[in-house]
């Protein structure tokens, strides 16, 4: 039973530049959290997924903007890269609210230079 | 404001030193804390989700406790292997997590 699987697993960007990271949900998960993690920090919620809508978001610009589709993945994408979105980015798939827990992937690091 | 507090930052311990970690909470309405650990440049891997004031949990070497306003995890004898960033997360009234900074445990043999 694969869990969450998330891609790429490095990535370097430009300042400026936009990107985009791929998260495939654990079997059996509809929801889908992302969550942006700086180096010696704990993760910090960005925004969640359910039905294919936000559900909820996180305190970040509106440059952060994601995707769900039909088969549960997901797709978060910054526009206009600044070099403090340097970081760890993870993805967290739930049953529903996730209450009972999360499963996390093993993150997209994003360099911005 | 909800908020997660997790200490010390960082532990250094000798293998076979018992030592706890601690994680302070205010949130209304606890619906459950929850621990990770994560090695570096990794995602977190659940270790114990606690839902009431008095409930255990044991997985090897680590046992977590919660009271009202805290929770331990507790690790018994580690091993080198135990080395890890150890996160603390509780949801907020809107189910998404909040977490701690972390305490970053290094076991040395």
């Known amino acids: 039973d694969a869990g969450v699987t998330q891609s790429p697993t490095h990535l370097i960007k430009t300042r400026g530049q936009q990107v985009t990271l791929r998260c495939s949900p654990k079997?059996?998960?509809?929801?889908v959290s992302w969550y942006q993690q700086a180096l010696g920090q704990g993760p910090q919620f960005i925004f969640q997924?359910?039905?294919?809508?936000?559900?909820q978001r996180g305190n970040f610009p509106d440059r952060f903007s994601g995707h769900q589709f039909p088969n549960y993945s997901s797709e978060l994408n910054v526009n206009a890269l600044l070099l403090g979105d340097s970081a760890l980015y993870l993805c967290?798939?739930?049953?529903?609210?996730?209450?009972?827990?999360?499963?996390f992937g093993s993150g997209t690091r994003l360099t911005v230079v | 404001e909800d908020q997660v507090t997790q200490s010390p930052e960082a532990l250094r311990l000798q293998e076979g030193e018992s030592s706890s970690l601690n994680c302070s909470y205010t949130?209304?309405?606890?619906?459950?804390l929850f621990w990770y650990r994560q090695d570096p440049g990794k995602g977190p891997e659940f270790l114990f989700t606690?839902?009431?004031a008095g409930e255990e949990k044991e997985k090897e070497r680590l046992k977590a406790t919660l009271t009202k306003k805290e929770s331990f995890l507790h690790i018994t004898a580690p091993k080198p292997e135990d080395s890890a960033t150890y996160l603390c997360?509780?949801?907020?009234?809107?189910?998404?997590?909040?977490f701690g900074t972390g305490t970053r445990l290094q076991v040395f043999p």
């Open positions: 949130v209304s309405g606890l619906r459950g």
């Open positions: 997924y359910y039905e294919e809508e936000e559900r």
């Open positions: 079997s059996g998960h509809d929801t």
């Open positions: 997360a509780v949801p907020d009234n809107t189910d998404k997590l909040i």
């Open positions: 967290a798939s739930s049953l529903g609210q996730g209450v009972d827990g999360y499963t």
């Open positions: 606690l839902y009431s």
